[in-house]
C-alpha cells in the first residue's frame, strides 16, 4: 500500500479491526471480485465498541488505484447493535437499518476488487469507524470525502486492516 487514506484524518481512539476470511492477507479473487466489477463482501470484524456507539461506517478503499483518489469499493452504515459483518453481506445480508451508499462506481453496495492489468498489488483499506450518532442521522451528503467531514464531531474510534489484490 503506497498511501494511508486515514494517516491525516482527525485523530480519534483506535478500533482493532479484523478481515478472518483472507489467506495471508489477500482478498481471494474467486470469492471476492469478478470482471464483471461485482463482488461477495468481506466479513468484518471489530473488538468491543466505545461507550456511545450509536453506528458504523464501513468502508473499503483502494488508494493504489490508477484513478485521481483512489477507488471506493463500499460504503456503508450499519447500527451498532447488529453485531459483525458476515461475508457476502452487501446487498442480500445486511443488518437490519443499515444502508449501504454508492461506491466509485456509483452503484449502492459492495463491489470487489479487480486491479487492472499491470497496476502490481493494491492495497484495499477496510475501515470501521465508530459514530455516535444513529444510521438516520447521518447527514445527505453529494461525496465521500464529504460523508468523511462530516461525521468529525460524530467520531469515536476507527480501526482499519489492510486486504491486499494483485493485477492479473
Not at 449502492?108 to 442521522?137: D, F, I, R
Request: aromatic share 6%; charged share 10%.
Amino acid at each position: 500500500m503506497r498511501v494511508d487514506p486515514y494517516a491525516n484524518t482527525f485523530p480519534t481512539n483506535e478500533l482493532p479491526v479484523a478481515l478472518p476470511e483472507l489467506t495471508d492477507g489477500a482478498f481471494p479473487v474467486a470469492a471476492y471480485s469478478s470482471e464483471a466489477g461485482t463482488g461477495r463482501s468481506p466479513a468484518v470484524t471489530w473488538e468491543t465498541l466505545p461507550e456511545g456507539t450509536q453506528s458504523l461506517l464501513v468502508t473499503v478503499f483502494d488508494p493504489d488505484a490508477p484513478v485521481p483518489g483512489g477507488f471506493w469499493h463500499w460504503i456503508a452504515v450499519v447500527p451498532a447493535g447488529a453485531g459483525q459483518l458476515v461475508a457476502g453481506a452487501s446487498g442480500q445480508d445486511m443488518p437490519e437499518g443499515s444502508i449501504e451508499l454508492p461506491n466509485s462506481f456509483g452503484v449502492a453496495g459492495y463491489v470487489g476488487p479487480n486491479p487492472p492489468q499491470g497496476t502490481g498489488v493494491h492495497g484495499n483499506v477496510v475501515a470501521v469507524t465508530a459514530l455516535s450518532s444513529a444510521v438516520h442521522e447521518l447527514p445527505d451528503v453529494p461525496s465521500t470525502a464529504m460523508l468523511h467531514a462530516s461525521i468529525i464531531p460524530a467520531t469515536l474510534a476507527r480501526g482499519t486492516a489492510v486486504g491486499t489484490a494483485t493485477a492479473a
